[in-house]
């Protein structure tokens, strides 16, 4: 059974930083791509940032130049270091990979629990 487990949110005031990570666990055989989404109340989940298995990212306009994704291609995890964080920021953050656990067969999504950013004063 695969596992993506997420850590490091929490409130933050305007301006400030927080660094996300998402280890995922379990039987995996290889790991593609990985990312991570956020969705604010009252909107649909969206794109942050992604990153290939060869280290290529994109980023949504709204974090360029203030969100860095990055992974640990051992250790099967992915970051999120989230500078001049803004108000509108403010979302629950899901952690994405696409894997190929060794019981499926094929490479699919798995999604981690979330995990809730506030920046606010």
């Known amino acids: 059974q695969v596992q993506l487990v997420e850590s490091g949110g929490g409130l933050v005031q305007p301006g400030g930083s927080l660094r996300l990570s998402c280890a995922a666990s379990?039987?995996?055989?290889?790991?593609?791509?990985m990312a991570w989404y956020r969705q604010a109340p009252g909107k649909e989940r969206e794109l942050v940032a992604a990153?290939?298995?060869?280290?290529?990212?994109e980023y949504a306009d709204s974090v360029k130049s203030r969100f860095t994704i990055s992974r640990d291609s051992a250790k099967n995890t992915v970051y999120q270091q989230m500078n001049s964080l803004k108000p509108e920021d403010t979302a629950v953050y899901y952690c994405?990979?696409?894997?190929?656990?060794?019981?499926?067969?094929?490479?699919?999504?798995?999604w981690g629990q979330g995990t809730q950013d506030t920046v606010s004063t």
């Open positions: 990153i290939t298995r060869g280290g290529s990212t």
């Open positions: 994405n990979a696409n894997l190929w656990a060794s019981s499926s067969g094929r490479y699919r999504d798995y």
């Open positions: 379990g039987s995996i055989f290889s790991t593609n791509a």
